[in-house]
């Protein structure tokens, strides 16, 4: 018995000193490794081993730098073109058609091993060590529209344009109607909403193969058979006329429309119901003007509580209101519904409206206790081009009021959409592959850049940030004129987010200098005591710009040349720093990479018969 409980102890003793052994093996390789990579951590098939932060998002940064200067090449019917996925008019708008944060990819490889108790993570360590990989694969994010327009510019031969299948009306006088068919052709088109979906997976590795893009047809959706049924429909729609619209316009009276019959014959069309089949309807693109008219008569904009600054107080001098606003769905659905059944005297058609309700109530705005400014930033913009200066006081003036609420998270893209000329945005020239086209965007950036330095100001949390694809002059921190303090913004991604982490709500407020060409954003609110701050940017690298490139395009008069200026490429690097009520103190670092980008000319080729331009690329 006494052998049995020796070879036992010798046995335990034999398994902790091995433990024992095994353990301190694991913490001294988990120190080796401290603030550095683990062993055998790979994000997009490369191996990141043994790299600091900087050394990680550099290497990742040069992978997916190469991946965008290759461009994607696609194949459509043994035609083969390179796609650049890359645009800028070297300023403002400059974006990626396959967008990636290599330094959050950095920073996600290094919690491998560092996040847990130091047991666990040794261990964790050990294990990738001797036995395995730990392997990320690049979260790319494709601009599916931007892509697809690319990709439909570099192959026009590749698509033709299917016409829809239609009624054809004459009027003659003092006779009934006259609808025949107009048959509908096919067409073909590109099938790239696959496409985007392979481009997506195969960018995960940070190398993109070549892409065969096959053609698919386009048919008309209402056959010649189906629109000829629906002839004696379409003619007592025609003979249903004239159509009465009532409405009640903004100041509270009553407005009257009469859609006349050759009107209604322009506007009728056979088309599809998906429960009904063939029906009678309505083509909204031939209705555009009058519905604008229905809008700018009736539409009342819902009003937001709002407030002034007065003697370090916020306090409201005017209440929300409810909006008005014509329901377009529902109004069409009247419309189709009323057609061809009955007399406008017998049925006049009511304009269907929809509230739309404040994002700030006068509730709301009474109980905020908002009553200092708790963080404020104000950015520059010398020489701007008239464009971009309107741009950034548009989206100031979207963004100015937003009220955040304790825990709510804001996304600067939401506010600041749709980037549209019918909303308010102008455009700016952009080198796209070899050609240059209009881009709406410019001075998004300087918001995005104005909101975060605002942000760190307040000691709010910073939830998604990027910086600007290139080392633009007027995004130099103001501390040191170093880059590296910058926030970037084009749609869909990247977004600037910040979280009102404070336990009480917060206002932004903006103003936008148009003497000074300057922008500031001001949180109000009631500080809770902590204080937010960060040290001037460091730049750890830079790059040449390398040598000027020259493309040679049909858009330009030959031998017209139009060029956007070189950038060097820089790592800066920063960090932002939180002090608590309590005392805690929450250190995050920023590491910024831009790259490099030649100057890059556009020259018109010697057989090109396109007229010359003036327009300049902007800068």
């Not at 091995?18 to 683990?38: D, I, S």
């Not at 650049?84 to 008019?89: K, R």
């Amino acid at each position: 018995m006494k052998k049995v409980h020796a070879a036992l102890l010798i046995t335990l003793t034999i398994l902790l000193a091995g433990l024992f052994t095994t353990t301190m093996f694991a913490m001294n390789a988990h120190a080796a490794y401290k603030g550095r990579v683990a062993q055998n951590v790979f994000v997009a098939g490369i191996n990141l081993s043994g790299m600091d932060a900087l050394a990680a998002t550099s290497t990742l940064q040069k992978a997916y730098d190469a991946m965008i200067s290759a461009g994607l090449p696609v194949v459509v019917d043994d035609e083969t073109h390179i796609i650049d996925l890359f645009s800028s008019n070297g300023s403002d708008v400059a974006y990626n058609l396959v967008d990636w944060d290599p330094s959050a990819a950095a920073q996600e490889a290094l919690t491998v091993g560092h996040n847990s108790n130091p047991v666990i993570d040794s261990i964790l360590t050990l294990y990738f060590q001797l036995f395995g990989q730990k392997s990320f694969a690049a979260s790319v994010v494709v601009n599916d529209d931007r892509l697809k327009e690319a990709m439909l510019s570099a192959f026009p031969n590749a698509q033709t344009q299917a016409t829809a299948t239609d009624f054809a009306v004459s009027l003659p006088r003092g006779k009934d109607p006259v609808i025949t068919i107009t048959e509908g052709t096919n067409g073909q088109t590109l099938n790239l909403d696959s496409t985007m979906t392979a481009v997506a997976a195969d960018a995960k590795d940070l190398v993109l193969k070549p892409v065969t893009v096959s053609t698919m047809p386009v048919t008309p959706y209402m056959t010649t058979a189906d629109a000829t049924s629906l002839i004696p429909l379409a003619a007592a729609a025609i003979d249903a006329a004239p159509y009465t619209i009532t409405g009640t316009d903004a100041n509270g009276e009553p407005q009257t429309w009469t859609i006349s019959t050759r009107t209604i014959a322009d506007w009728i069309l056979p088309t599809q119901d998906r429960e009904r089949g063939p029906v009678i309807g309505l083509e909204p693109e031939k209705m555009v003007d009058f519905l604008n008219e229905l809008h700018a008569t009736i539409d009342i904009g819902a009003q937001n509580a709002r407030f002034t600054l007065d003697g370090g107080k916020v306090n409201e001098f005017q209440g929300s209101r409810n909006g008005t606003v014509v329901d377009d769905d529902a109004f069409f659905a009247a419309f189709e519904a009323a057609l061809g059944t009955a007399t406008s005297a017998d049925a006049p058609i009511t304009v269907a409206t929809r509230t739309e309700m404040p994002s700030i109530s006068t509730e709301d705005a009474n109980g905020l206790g908002i009553s200092e400014i708790v963080g404020e930033a104000t950015t520059t913009f010398s020489h701007p081009t008239a464009n971009r200066k309107a741009n950034i006081k548009h989206g100031a003036e979207k963004l100015n009021g937003i009220l955040i609420a304790p825990g709510e998270t804001v996304s600067l893209l939401e506010h600041l959409r749709p980037f549209t000329l019918d909303d308010g945005y102008f455009s700016e020239l952009v080198i796209k592959g070899d050609e240059i086209k209009p881009e709406v965007g410019g001075g998004l950036c300087q918001l995005g850049t104005t909101a975060f330095r605002a942000v760190m100001h307040a000691g709010l949390e910073v939830v998604e940030r990027r910086n600007h694809s290139l080392a633009i002059s007027y995004y130099n921190d103001v501390n040191n004129g170093n880059p590296g303090t910058d926030a970037t913004l084009y749609d869909p991604a990247p977004d600037f987010k910040f979280k009102n982490d404070m336990p009480t709500y917060t206002l932004l407020v903006t103003a936008f200098d148009d003497e000074l060409n300057a922008v500031t954003f001001t949180f109000w609110g009631t500080k809770d005591g902590r204080t937010g701050s960060y040290n001037p940017p460091t730049v750890l690298s830079r790059t040449s710009m390398g040598s000027k490139v020259v493309k040679e395009t049909d858009t330009l008069a030959p031998g017209v040349e139009q060029c956007q200026h070189g950038f060097p490429g820089a790592v800066a690097t920063f960090d932002y720093t939180v002090v608590y009520p309590d005392g805690t103190t929450k250190v995050t670092p920023f590491l910024s990479t831009y790259r490099a980008l030649p100057e890059t000319c556009l020259v018109g080729k010697a057989t090109s018969t396109t007229a010359p331009t003036d327009d300049v690329i902007s800068e």
